[in-house]
């Protein structure tokens, strides 16, 4: 009994001696401050400004280019300050950094982290791009792929900065406008091949992958067809005979076609063109079919298929749609890839919206193909906050933005790798800033190259998304 006290007793000591401890230590404990933004941002630098925390006479600074603060600017590392402010200095221009503070006590109790600001530094100048050349980069990795540029014909005379840069930089080719049905069928049965073929020439003496843009597009037809005044029956005749003619001019000097480009609606129906009007709903199908027979007949056994579409990945009602024609085709063995052409902005698609999307071809064990990759500053269709200037905030968004796809693209599995193709080469040639639908004439820069071929920030962010 008189032991059972002596321990009651003691137990009751450790515990009151241990709340005296927590009340001590809770006197200790520094409140975590608050970073306010940035002041007087420079070219070089910037004020670095937080809240006053009670019992702390000095603040622990931290000055990144990493959110995660994986590395510190040079004597940013936990600099004591004895102020509610510094000004850092000695910084680069047109450069995203981050910041963030703990307090600390007379005796050394240092502070959670306080909250993390962003501040980019003004100016342009100086910043040095990585001028490595892409396709060179992508050919080191273990698992490479092409990596694409949309052309015009006219682009591709000997010693053009267009050619200069394609040689240096890409290994596969999309033609912009200039092999779609429209431009190549003039009658029934009559193509105009030349501007094709030398567009096709090109990459073949170059040793440039040639991907064919698109076989069957609505917004691609010639006017005789459009105007056909012959049965449905006929009309479809004249489709196959356009595919079977197209792939058979071009067997063993083009890789890949987009067979049917854009067949559905933002709502997940079927898009209502020509083509399903006139050949019902089976089309698709009847189309890659016709393709494949072409190059069976051709013995053109590499030639790889592709359905092409866009705004699939924020949009599950069209991804689905675009799915139930993908798993058509995928169960009659006639497809061998996807092209998501993404259209982007510095907003959307999210990173899971866009591996959730391309995942689901993967998983299927089709190839993938970024077929059209641009990225918008300004999201489209006249946008409340439009903006006529390319401002060093969007400019290095969009890096970040080009970096993730890029590094998406990069993760995927070897056997699914085709090509990542980027939709034009200069901001101002871009379809984007002249597009009627979008509506912010001249105002976007979505590429990899400023108007004078000057590599652009997102230039740099594809190069890092390869890390
Ligand atoms: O960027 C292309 C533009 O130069 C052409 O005038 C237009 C019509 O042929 O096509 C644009 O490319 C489209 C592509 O073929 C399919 N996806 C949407 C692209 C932008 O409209």
Redesign the pocket.
């Known amino acids: 009994m008189k032991n059972k006290i002596l321990l009651v007793l003691s137990s009751l000591l450790i515990f009151f001696s241990s709340c005296a401890n927590e009340d001590q230590n809770a006197q200790l404990v520094l409140s975590t401050p608050v970073a306010n933004p940035a002041k007087e941002i420079s070219d070089n630098g910037f004020r670095a400004k937080w809240n006053y925390v009670s019992k702390a006479p000095t603040y622990l600074l931290d000055v990144s280019t990493s959110p995660a603060f994986t590395d510190f600017v040079p004597n940013y590392n936990a600099k004591v300050i004895s102020d509610l402010n510094d000004l850092v200095t000695g910084l680069m221009g047109g450069t995203q950094y981050y910041y963030r503070v703990r307090a600390q006590s007379d005796d050394l109790i240092i502070s959670e982290y306080s909250n993390v600001i962003s501040v980019i530094t003004t100016g342009t100048n100086n910043i040095a791009e990585d001028p490595t050349f892409l396709k060179v980069k992508v050919n080191k990795l273990a698992n490479p792929f092409f990596v694409g540029m ?1 052309v ?1 014909a006219n682009q591709l005379d000997s010693g053009s900065p267009y050619d200069v840069i394609l040689k240096n930089e890409f290994s596969s080719i999309s033609a ?2 200039e092999m ?1 049905m ?2 190549i069928s003039t009658a029934s049965g009559v193509y105009n091949w030349t501007v094709a073929d030398k567009i096709v020439a090109y990459g073949n003496s170059n040793g440039i992958n040639v991907h064919g ?2 076989l069957v ?1 609505h ?2 037809v010639p006017t005789w067809l459009a105007n056909y005044a012959g049965t449905d029956a006929a009309f479809a005749l004249e489709v196959k005979k356009y595919i079977t003619d197209v792939v058979t001019h071009y067997k063993g000097k083009v890789r890949s076609w ?1 067979v049917v ?2 067949a559905v609606e933002a709502d997940g129906t079927m898009r209502n063109t020509i083509f399903l009007k006139r050949m019902g709903a089976n089309y698709v199908n009847d189309c890659f079919k016709w393709a494949r027979a072409a190059a069976v007949a051709a013995a053109d056994s590499q030639l790889l298929l592709f359905y ?1 579409d ?1 705004a699939t990945s924020d949009n599950i009602d069209k991804q689905n749609a675009a799915y139930t024609i993908i798993d058509g085709l995928v169960a009659s063995k006639l497809i061998d890839g996807v092209g998501f ?1 993404m ?1 982007n902005t510095i907003f959307t698609p999210s990173k899971a919206q866009i591996e959730s999307d391309i995942n689901r071809a993967v998983a299927k064990g089709l190839k993938i193909h970024i ?2 990759l641009d990225m918008q500053v300004n999201p489209g269709n006249a946008p409340a906050n439009l903006t006529a200037t390319f401002t060093n905030e969007l400019r290095l968004a969009q890096k970040e933005k080009y970096k993730e796809i890029v590094k998406i693209y990069n993760a995927l599995p070897a056997a699914n790798k085709y090509a990542l193709t980027v ?2 080469m200069k901001d101002n040639e ?3 800033p ?2 009627t ?1 979008l509506n912010h004439p001249g105002n976007d820069w979505p590429l990899l190259y400023d108007a004078s071929f000057g590599l652009k920030s997102a230039h740099t962010g594809f190069l890092q998304g390869l890390d």
């Open positions: 949309a015009k912009e406008y779609k429209d431009q843009h698109a597009w917004n691609s987009d480009n854009e092409n866009y052409q259209h077929s059209e939709w034009g871009s379809w984007i002249f597009s639908d």
